[in-house]
T-cell receptor, first 113, second 117 residues
Framework: GDSVTQMEGPVTLSEEAFLTINCTYT??????LFWYVQYPGEGLQLLLK?????DKGSNKGFEATYRKETTSFHLEKGSVQVSDSAVYFC????????????FGKGITLSVRP | GAGVSQSPRYKVAKRGQDVALRCDPI?????LFWYQQALGQGPEFLTY????????KSGLPSDRFFAERPEGSVSTLKIQRTQQEDSAVYLC???????????????FGAGSRLTVL
């Protein structure tokens, strides 16, 4: 079945460090890929998405590129801020109908001042 | 409302009790989804509605779980005879678009945390 694998966490970085969070997926067909973020005490929010191979999603300085050849969608940011501290989830939608997301386990990012 | 509202935010139930969790989606949102998030895990799909129609309930873990959305707005997730393994955060999400109609941004609520003793 469809699945998403995220790197093990948690991750702790100093402010302005470079961030990479790995995400790989298994799915039939051509899924859409997403990164969601959950700030403390808040609901999940869509951070960025990509719907086809080689698409790059970007938002708030974060980027991820849909790599079909490596079935990956790694999240990157060049310079993290304390306000980026949150839990990050990689997800896919293989239905093509945007009706059912499959999430990874999530990874907690803590950024130190 | 401005966002997806869920209540209660926290619920403690004794094993065997029935619980009901409510979701108020954003006004006018057609699609509504329920997810279950166990501790340390990502959310897992339970069921979804388009208006009042429950189009997919394949993720409901047992017949003790029941969801409804009778008027196409507010939804209730009911769990009968709760068990300890039901302890989780239950997330509701809604979307303006019909599913299957292109890019579909989900807005999630903050969740209802259920603890079964």
């Amino acid at each position: 079945g469809d699945s998403v694998t995220q790197m093990e966490g948690p991750v702790t970085l100093s402010e302005e460090a470079f961030l990479t969070i790995n995400c790989t997926y298994t799915a039939t067909g051509y899924p859409s890929l997403f990164w969601y973020v959950q700030y403390p005490g808040e609901g999940l929010q869509l951070l960025l998405k990509a719907t086809k191979a080689d698409d790059k999603g970007s938002n708030k300085g974060f980027e991820a590129t849909y790599r079909k050849e490596t079935t990956s969608f790694h999240l990157e940011k060049g310079s993290v801020q304390v306000s980026d501290s949150a839990v990050y989830f990689c997800a896919l939608d293989a239905t093509g109908a945007n009706s059912k997301l499959t999430f990874g386990k999530g990874i907690t990012l803590s950024v130190r001042p | 409302g401005a966002g997806v509202s869920q209540s209660p935010r926290y619920k403690v139930a004794k094993r065997g009790q029935d619980v009901a969790l409510r979701c108020d989606p954003i006004s006018g949102h057609v699609s509504l989804f329920w997810y279950q998030q166990a501790l340390g895990q990502g959310p897992e799909f339970l069921t979804y509605f388009q208006n009042e129609a429950q189009l997919d309930k394949s993720g409901l873990p047992s017949d003790r779980f029941f969801a409804e959305r009778p008027e196409g707005s507010v939804s209730t997730l009911k769990i009968q005879r709760t068990q300890q393994e039901d302890s989780a955060v239950y997330l509701c999400a809604s979307s303006f678009r019909w599913t299957g109609k292109g890019s579909n941004v989900l807005t999630f609520g903050a969740g209802s945390r259920l603890t079964v003793l």
